[in-house]
């Protein structure tokens, strides 16, 4: 599917593939990338191409500038988890070498190298290897945890009326800001990786207990040990890092609605 809210009569507007078009970082990339002019090809399975499957694609690729690929599988286990992302980049990248697209930009996480006896970061450090041996001109985007993520943790560890949550820090950053800059990086003339992450380092275990206050959620917070490497802080941002948006907090005000 092509959306544009502009004709392609200016020499700045671009074609972005975005695959994963429909998820919470790929539906604000369109939006954005929309707003500004650009013309946008939609990927994932709800839009009619499944990437896992190679022929899938068909000609979507034809004249897009850049793709952008912030696909995630639906299974985080770690065999299908690697299966899918391998699999994606081989598909996205040998249709966009055909298709002679000048760049593709994978999302990834900050800390990856430093934290593979977690299997999700395995599994992506294995989609950023692949996106590269696919495709020679890819850019990862590194980012840190989205504010949406301490929701995500306490509905995966939620036992009962008791939550185990990994007692780790983070810089979480608006996915809002994270999608913004995808498409500034998309737009731009910077090839170089880069690092995403908000403008403080939180406690995941105090933003979970935050989020339950908010909520108005009678849930016990129960903090659990990590790995050397976790607990010092292998998750924050290098010195280099982009720092953007505004904290979880003033963001978790306005998103989850009340206060007690
Ligand atoms: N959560 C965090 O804090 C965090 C931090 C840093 C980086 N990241 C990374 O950011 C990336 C995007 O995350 P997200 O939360 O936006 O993911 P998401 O909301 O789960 O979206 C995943 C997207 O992938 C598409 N997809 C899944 N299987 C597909 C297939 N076989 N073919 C084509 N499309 C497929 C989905 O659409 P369909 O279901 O319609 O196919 C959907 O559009 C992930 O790789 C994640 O690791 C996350």
């Known amino acids: ?61 034809e004249g897009v500038d850049v793709v952008i690929d912030v696909t995630r599988p639906s299974s985080m286990a770690l065999e299908e988890a690697i299966s899918f992302f391998t699999t994606v980049a081989k598909n996205l990248g040998r249709a966009s070498a055909a298709a002679g697209v000048a760049r593709m930009i994978v999302l990834s996480i900050i800390g990856l190298e430093k934290n593979q006896d977690f299997d999700w970061y395995v599994a992506t450090l294995a989609h950023e290897r692949a996106a590269r041996e696919h495709f020679a001109n890819t850019q990862v985007l590194r980012s840190a945890q989205f504010h949406e993520f301490p929701e995500q943790v306490l509905g ?20 809002r800001e994270v999608a913004r800059l995808l498409v500034e990086l998309a737009i731009g003339d910077q090839t170089e990786d880069v690092e995403i992450a908000g403008p403080q380092p939180e406690q995941l275990v105090n933003l979970v207990s935050e989020l339950t206050r908010l909520r108005g959620d009678e849930i016990e917070v129960v903090p659990v040990p990590v790995s050397v490497a976790m607990a010092s802080g292998s998750l924050l941002p290098g010195a280099e890092a982009l720092l953007r948006g505004e904290t979880w907090l003033a963001w978790a005000r306005r998103h989850y609605g009340r206060e007690h």
């Not at 009962?160 to 007692?167: P, T």
């Open 1 to 61: 599917m092509l959306a544009s809210n502009r004709t392609a009569d200016s020499a700045r507007t671009k074609r972005l593939a975005v695959a994963g078009a429909t998820g919470l970082i790929g539906s604000q990339v369109v939006a954005h990338a929309v707003a500004l002019g650009h013309e946008v090809v939609s990927l994932s399975r709800s839009m009619g191409v499944d990437l896992t499957d190679r022929d899938s694609l068909g000609d979507r690729l």
């Open 156 to 175: 995966r560890g939620l036992r009962g009326d008791k939550a185990e949550v990994m007692d780790v820090q983070t810089q979480p950053v608006a996915s």
